[in-house]
């Protein structure tokens, strides 16, 4: 059929056909022949065959055409198994056309594919949203003070308040408050306690707030830190005080149990060690 296309080739007889052969070059060789004959009908094959063919081997051959982007619907479709070739080949694709929504949610979801790579790529890109990916992508491989570099550069603070936040490091929220009381950024600093209140010290909080005259900004924070160990102190005196009854009665039922005493050995102690047999007592000599 491919080799006399002109008369031989009809799209439904060929689809019945395809999926019955037992030859795995003539997948490829039938992809070849769709992007040349029918563009518009390889992404309908290529559904039609997707666990014959191998997805890493199909994105070679189509690369190779230099047409890849052809059959991003159907890589779309199968980007659920996570395999690293269809993953860089969509996240190439969704870059090239700057869907950078798609982008991100890619990236997100499949993590098979060279991520250290593409954030080095990216993280000079002219375009805001490229460096943005490349933030996220340092993030998700636990580069989070890169990450944050980047994100300070761009004055995403919010993006770096996250990748903080993710990153529970305690250390890493101190350097960023101290970057946002330099900016006097009353909003972000309110901001910054909010999404990192976890990871931030009540006396770097109290300082900061202090030197920058932002008390009326960290009295929620402090609120909020009282109200919490108020509740650990709590839970604490309950723990204590639970122990300390079940203790008093484990000591009164001690008290009241009755006394198991072997009356014998009470009034003739010894007698157990020298008797061997039944007691007998003799005749006065």
């Known amino acids: 059929m491919m080799e006399h296309s002109a008369t031989a080739w009809r799209h439904d007889i060929f689809s019945q056909n395809i999926i019955n052969i037992a030859n795995n070059d003539l ?17 309908d094959l290529l559904k039609l065959i997707p666990s014959k063919i191998d997805l890493t081997k199909c994105v070679q051959v189509m690369r190779r055409t230099g047409h890849i982007a052809i059959i991003a619907p159907f890589l779309k479709s199968v980007q659920s198994q996570n395999i690293s070739a269809v993953n860089e080949a969509l996240n190439e694709i969704y870059l090239e056309n700057e869907d950078f929504d798609a ?17 080095g790529g990216l993280e000079s890109h002219e375009l805001l949203d490229c460096r943005r990916i490349a933030a996220l992508l340092y993030r998700k491989n636990k580069k989070f003070m890169k990450s944050i570099e980047i994100s300070k550069k761009d004055e995403l603070y919010k993006d ?3 990748t903080v936040a993710e990153s529970r490091d305690p ?3 101190e350097d960023l408050m101290r970057h ?27 300082e900061v707030a202090w030197r920058c005259d932002l008390q009326e900004f960290v009295m ?6 009282v109200k919490d160990l108020s509740s650990r102190v709590e839970t604490v005196q309950k723990s204590t005080d639970d122990i300390k009854k079940k203790e008093e009665v484990k000591a009164e039922e001690a008290m009241q149990r009755p006394l198991d005493v072997d009356m014998a050995s009470f009034m003739f102690p010894g007698m157990q060690q020298q008797q061997t047999g039944p007691l007998a007592i003799g005749a006065p000599g």
């Open 160 to 162: 770096a308040m996250e």
């Open 220 to 225: 929620p924070y402090f609120i909020q830190f």
């Open 171 to 173: 250390s890493l929220a």
């Open 103 to 119: 982008l991100r949610t890619s990236i997100k979801e499949y993590d098979s594919f060279e991520s250290i790579q593409l954030a």
């Open 180 to 206: 946002i009381m330099n900016m006097q950024d009353k909003e972000l600093f309110a901001a910054m306690l909010y999404t990192c209140y976890d990871l931030i010290k009540p006396d770097v909080a109290l």
């Open 27 to 43: 997948y490829y060789r039938a992809m070849i022949f769709y992007l040349e004959e029918e563009p518009n009908l390889l992404n």
